[in-house]
């Protein structure tokens, strides 16, 4: 029996999240959760109510008792989902990954909080394949056969070494980011270049071009450009200002054609387009643009109105409180459009 891999994370959270009580007796409650800025992959709960946090690796990574650290804090700070999870009783922080660094094994030590370590592998002959998950910390070991619907996302690795995710360096903004910041005052120019930050750390695929005046983020397509088709985001320069204006592609709900004729559907779908963040003034709105050109803005809603727009394209009502919590969204949906 070869062993195989799943092609991306999307991939594996695909699976995971469709078997998630055969493998560990938990119910599905939201995925990709975004809480103060911050990703959570997939959030269950036990039998007795309490909340579990998955965080999924296709790959090794040396940083995940951090990231489960900091979806933990803003958990139990926000207690979302208060009507189905019993917050008595402990949050449990899971992770699941082929491998697990040195390192992890050292920050799980030496942290006050308990993180369960799942380690998986994935046998098959090409045409049947099992998944197994193994804890250090359990002789149980559950398997699971793998559904036809997720073979053509299989991939072999007999024979290849184990892989690490890379830890990235973050170079100095381009000349167009530049520019604009000199101008800032102290407390722009840190709003702007944390948002940077949290852009470019989500994913090391994502890429940074400055262009004239405006500055992208997308899929990286060499060490220069981005694709035009995978973009997430961009700072663009207001009206008469030298202070840049936030733009994510952001999800919003769709109209779509019915069959026959041209009548459109009753259900909305989940359509994705650029909204405009205003960073500089009071009033916290999400500004939409559906043509092709951003010259005129087609509706503005409120960060709490925006949350009941997403709340059928998403599954669960997130919650809007900060500049952030928008980026990690359009950072999810990046992620989800790259991956597909």
């Excluded at 055969?22 to 103060?36: D, F, G, S, T, V």
């Excluded at 193994?134 to 892989?163: I, N, Q, W, Y």
């Amino acid at each position: 029996m070869a062993d195989w891999a799943f092609h991306t994370e999307f991939n594996l959270e695909e699976f995971i999240w469709a078997s998630l009580e055969p493998l560990l007796n938990l119910k599905p409650l939201a995925r990709q959760y975004i809480i103060e800025g911050q990703v959570c992959d997939i959030l269950a709960i036990t039998p007795e109510q309490q909340l579990v946090v998955l965080e999924l690796k296709n790959v090794e990574d040396r940083y995940v008792v951090q990231q489960l650290t900091r979806y933990y804090a803003s958990l139990r700070h926000a207690q979302p989902f208060a009507d189905q999870i019993n917050y008595s009783l402990p949050i449990r922080l899971v992770a699941i990954a082929p491998t697990f660094h040195a390192h992890n094994h050292i920050d799980r030590e030496h942290s006050r909080l308990d993180f369960d370590f799942y380690r998986f592998t994935i046998t098959g002959d090409g045409d049947h394949f099992s998944f197994q998950i193994t804890s250090a910390d359990s002789a149980a070991e559950p398997v699971v056969e793998v559904d036809r619907k997720f073979h053509p996302f299989l991939r072999s690795v007999e024979g290849e070494p184990a892989v690490s995710a890379p830890a990235r360096v973050i170079g100095r903004p381009p000349k167009s980011l530049r520019a604009q910041l000199e101008q800032m005052t102290p407390e722009q120019a840190e709003l702007v270049s944390a948002l940077r930050l949290q852009i470019l750390e989500f994913d090391e695929r994502m890429g940074e071009v400055g262009r004239s005046s405006r500055t992208q983020y997308g899929l990286a397509k060499g060490k220069k450009e981005v694709y035009k088709t995978k973009l997430c985001a961009e700072f663009l320069p207001l009206m008469g200002s030298s202070l840049p204006e936030l733009y994510l592609i952001l999800p919003y709900p769709k109209k779509e054609f019915g069959a026959p004729g041209h009548t459109y559907k009753k259900e909305r779908v989940k359509g994705l387009a650029w909204a405009g963040i205003s960073l500089w003034f009071k009033e916290k709105r999400v500004t939409f643009y559906l043509g092709k050109s951003r010259i005129s803005s087609s509706y503005h809603l409120s960060y709490g109105d925006y949350a009941k727009f997403c709340e059928p394209l998403l599954g669960y009502r997130p919650q809007f409180e900060s500049f952030e919590d928008l980026v990690a969204l359009a950072l999810a949906e990046w992620k989800q459009l790259v991956e597909e």
